[in-house]
């Protein structure tokens, strides 16, 4: 429900900026910069669900291979203590827990392309338990949260921005970027886990304990490692890991004596039904945002934030990494863009630059997870899952700004 009132709201607040504007300036030029954004994002909408139709097939095709191998089943065993206690609604052996293990495995390696149809998958298993199909269960909502975090021990992506910026040190933000994202997914899901009265047991708290200790080690290891080496060793332990799971899965299938090459061919037809049906959900969420951003409400809000505090003679300097934060929940391309803005137009150095960058790895694209997660499964009633999402976006922004002033300020 609270996806509908922010949809309707992102139209609304647009058409009102827009008469506002034109009121006011006589501009109305502004008008055909809104449609023109509508059309454009439902074209990249589409441009979107293509590109991934080609990715869906291979990992869901490879995911395929995986379940009839036994692979998942495995995994779903190896972290049920945990899993069982986070999503209490799902039996400990089902496949759901093995696709939800493989999801957030690929988003901690900052894997997205393999991510996503994992986590489509792991969609389509917990609906499998779902009762009410139109509406979110607590383990989709948690699911959706952890997704929503964006948990990265790997920001590859953000390290090569700032290498093709001309930054000094193109790492320096790996470690605030791994703390920020941390603390974002550690408040979404203890808040998560209140919310559904979870009990947060001794087992959890170990496990947790455990998340922690990688999070550290990982840190600790880099920080050891040369500048020039961080983002080589980086890719290829993301990498190495990602195609060993494949080899892995495949060996899998042969032990088991699965026709390898037909399974693959079956989950591949699931993935390519799968993007050809989150279509409408992505031209939905696409569009209000583009019509947003037109409107010059995205501006307007930043500009205002920065007289307030300017007005009350506070710091203002982190301000021009408020447009990142605002677009990280909306667009994953829109809040790279404004990363790269800043960079461009600051220096990639610049302490706002490094606070775009953290922002863009603290965590995932909210709004595109929800439309596409629950569009896939034909979910409509979202109970809270964007509320807690948001919580954790907000965490995981203002944990950034302490952090980058804590290294840089």
């Not at 909408?45 to 869906?56: D, M, R």
Request: proline letters at 3%; hydrophobic letters at 55%; aromatic letters at 10%.
């Amino acid at each position: 429900m609270i996806l509908n009132y922010i949809w309707i709201g992102f139209l609304l607040i647009a058409f009102l900026m827009a008469v506002g504007t034109s009121l006011a300036t006589g501009v109305t030029t502004i008008w055909s910069d809104i449609m023109n954004a509508s059309f454009t994002q439902a074209a990249f909408a589409f441009e979107i669900s293509l590109g991934l139709t080609g990715v869906l097939s291979l990992w869901m095709g490879i995911m395929k291979i995986g379940e009839k191998g036994g692979v998942t089943t495995g995994m779903a065993r190896l972290v049920s203590p945990f899993f069982s206690r986070l999503f209490p609604g799902i039996p400990k052996d089902h496949p759901a827990m093995g696709a939800i293990f493989m999801n957030l495995s690929a988003n901690m390696l900052g894997l997205d392309n393999a991510a996503t149809p994992m986590g489509l998958r792991a969609m389509q298993e917990m609906q499998t338990l779902n009762k009410q199909k139109d509406t979110a269960t607590d383990a989709m909502i948690m699911f959706l949260v952890l997704n929503s975090s964006g948990l990265c021990l790997i920001p590859v992506s953000i390290m090569m921005y700032r290498a093709q910026g001309g930054a000094a040190n193109p790492t320096d933000v790996f470690i605030p970027i791994l703390l920020a994202t941390a603390i974002a997914t550690l408040v979404g899901l203890i808040a998560l886990c209140l919310k559904q009265r979870i009990r947060m047991d001794a087992v959890l708290w170990s496990w947790l304990g455990g998340i922690a200790a990688v999070v550290g080690g990982v840190a600790w290891w880099f920080s050891t490692l040369p500048a020039n080496k961080v983002e080589h060793y980086s890719t290829f332990a993301a990498n190495f890991l990602l195609f060993s799971v494949i080899i892995i899965f495949i060996l899998a299938g042969l032990r088991k004596k699965v026709n390898v090459y037909d399974c693959f061919i079956e989950g591949a037809k699931e993935g390519f039904k799968t993007a050809v049906g989150i279509i409408p959900y992505l031209v939905a969420i696409l569009v209000a945002i583009g019509m947003f951003r037109a409107s010059g409400a995205l501006d307007a809000a930043t500009g205002a934030v920065e007289s307030a505090l300017a007005s009350c003679g506070l710091d203002t300097q982190w301000v021009g990494a408020l447009p990142t934060m605002l677009m990280k929940p909306l667009s994953g391309s829109g809040s790279c863009a404004m990363m790269l803005d800043v960079m461009k137009a600051e220096g990639a150095d610049a302490f706002v630059s490094r606070l775009s960058a953290v922002v863009r790895g603290s965590t995932d694209t909210t709004f595109y997870i929800l439309a596409v997660y629950f569009g896939s499964v034909g979910v409509m009633k979202t109970r809270y899952a964007a509320g807690y999402a948001l919580l954790a976006d907000i965490t995981g922004a203002i944990a950034a700004v302490f952090i980058a002033y804590l290294f840089w300020g």
